[in-house]
């Protein structure tokens, strides 16, 4: 059975440090790694999305990465502002096209 | 282009009480999903639907109906509440092996 984990649960860092939040995964057979973004009481955005053929992929100041063989995945934020305060999801996509969970990282960049 | 959208936001029920949590998307996806979501926990696939016409049990089905109404909307149905199905509640939505897009969210208290 697959199991989604992140850690740490939580973090705080001071606006403007580059930091990398951490997902990992059982079962290497996925089609893609997905990383959501959750503000306070509202729905889940998509950030970034690594088809499984895939090792990394870019948006603006992050990046994800995806080693399939290790079962791990790693999202990169550069230059961090208040703004990306939030908590950050990943969820692996199975053959079923069930997307499984990690728990979230909480992140709080602090002024 | 409204996206997913969820009625109601917020709701309280008694135990044994029924309701029907609703879910439309305007994007011409094929598949929908619901999923819960628990403090400390990732998101749960409750039901899913690949296609008009179809629905699937995830992983966490009992207690719950769903039905895909059209293309358009996928309900949720809760014929008996319980406490333990006190929870956050979203609905989402996919053309295929890509990113979801979710609703907002509604958070359901059963006493």
């Known amino acids: 059975k697959q199991e989604v984990t992140q850690i740490p649960a939580a973090l705080s860092v001071p606006e403007g440090e580059n930091l990398v939040l951490n997902c990992s995964f059982t079962?290497?057979?996925?089609?893609?790694l997905q990383w959501f973004r959750q503000d306070p009481g509202k729905g889940l955005t998509s950030l970034l999305l690594?088809?499984?053929s895939q090792r990394e992929q870019t948006s603006g100041r992050l990046n994800a990465s995806l080693d399939k063989s290790s079962g791990r995945s790693t999202l990169y934020i550069a230059a961090s502002q208040p703004g990306d305060s939030a908590t950050y999801l990943c969820?692996?996509?199975?053959?079923?096209?069930?997307?499984?969970w990690g728990a979230g990282t909480k992140l709080i960049i602090k002024p | 282009n409204a996206g997913v959208t969820q009625t109601p936001k917020f709701q309280v029920l008694k135990t044994g009480q029924s309701m029907t949590l609703q879910c439309a998307q305007d994007?011409?996806?094929?598949?929908m999903y619901w999923y819960r979501q628990d403090p400390g926990m990732g998101l749960r696939l409750i039901y899913y639907?690949?296609?008009?016409?179809?629905?699937d049990k995830g992983e966490v089905p009992n207690g719950y109906n769903v039905s895909r109404l059209n293309k358009r909307e996928f309900s949720l149905r809760l014929e008996s509440a319980a406490p333990s199905q006190t929870s956050v509640y979203f609905c989402?939505?996919?053309?295929?092996?890509?990113?979801?897009?979710f609703g907002p969210g509604t958070r359901l208290t059963v006493l």
């Open positions: 989402a939505s996919t053309l295929g092996v890509n990113e979801q897009f």
């Open positions: 994007m011409n996806h094929n598949s």
């Open positions: 639907s690949a296609s008009e016409g179809t629905t």
């Open positions: 079962d290497s057979a996925i089609y893609n």
């Open positions: 690594i088809q499984s």
């Open positions: 969820a692996v996509e199975n053959s079923n096209y069930q997307l499984i």
